[in-house]
């Protein structure tokens, strides 16, 4: 069977069956693509462990692949190889013993409190060609940096889940393809309220909750990448849209926020994607280190100037 059939059976199933995002059905169809370009098979059952061993070789030491690159190519892989052994067209998943790295636990790329506050200075000071855009923008940044949402997060939000009167945010179908309810603060709350304000000013209609400009439609993700990009030149502050998300989530614990309720907040599967946010924090962590019960001990033996400490 050919596999780049199978592969679209498998979205299919993945989109209808599954409820997978439109972000992952890419995933999966960008992975089968190009290890079906770089291997030149065509059939399902010529697949072996042996290609799969070649192929992720050449990916960690020709291509540089990251373990994490690694990693999610192989899950991917594993995943449709065994949709493809229920179906009975193999009988064996190639990817199934495939040596894995482990994989690096680096900490989240974020802006310190001082930065965020200064992009969405430099976000609402641009010099825009219309009024609507200065307000949408900093909405957008500002949801972004307030409440955690993902650009695509972002794109799919309608107008009916942004309740300011309650304070709320409903993400339908989110991280995970999950629902969450994301609280706003007064801040966030203003500043939506004003971007509103524009927009009926404008007679938007369409259901999304950021609107393009001039058009009546929802803003593309092409265009938020774009908005991103003239951001970063203008503020000369080096980020992305993801570490906006991971801004959020480091300053919650800054400001006190339990692990649990930033947890949920985030729409993690499981807390302990959301721990890492305790050590990407140099306050928190000062905070706590100021809790040792020696950190403040009365009568500590002074040390003279002169006196050698060797």
Known sequence: MDI???????????NYL??????????????????QRETGVIEVDQVTPEMIRTWFYKGRTVRGWSAITFLTYYRT??????????????????????????KEKRLPRRLIKQEALRLLEVVYNYPYRHPYLRFRNHALFATFILAGLS????????????DVVNRSIFVHLGKGSKDRIIPMNER?????MRYLEERRRLKKTCPEFFASYP??????EEGIRLLVENIRKASNIRFTAHMLRHTFAT???????DIYSLSKMMGHADISTTTIYLAASVEHLRAQISKHP???????????EGQSVG
């Open 4 to 14: 780049r059939v199978l592969g679209q059976q498998y979205y299919s199933y993945g």
């Open 294 to 304: 020696m950190s403040a001990v009365e009568g500590s033996i002074p040390i003279d």
């Open 188 to 192: 966030l709350r203003e500043i939506l």
């Open 251 to 257: 300053l919650m614990i800054e400001g006190g926020c």
């Open 18 to 35: 599954r409820g997978f995002s439109p972000h992952t059905i890419k995933r999966y169809k960008n992975c089968l693509d190009l290890f």
């Open 77 to 102: 892989l594993l995943t449709f190889f065994k949709w493809c052994i229920r179906e009975r067209y193999i009988t064996n998943n190639p990817v199934a013993d495939l040596e894995r790295p482990r």
């Open 151 to 162: 650009r695509q997060e972002a794109v799919n939000l309608k107008l009916t889940d942004v």
């Open 215 to 220: 058009q009546n439609r929802g803003f593309a």
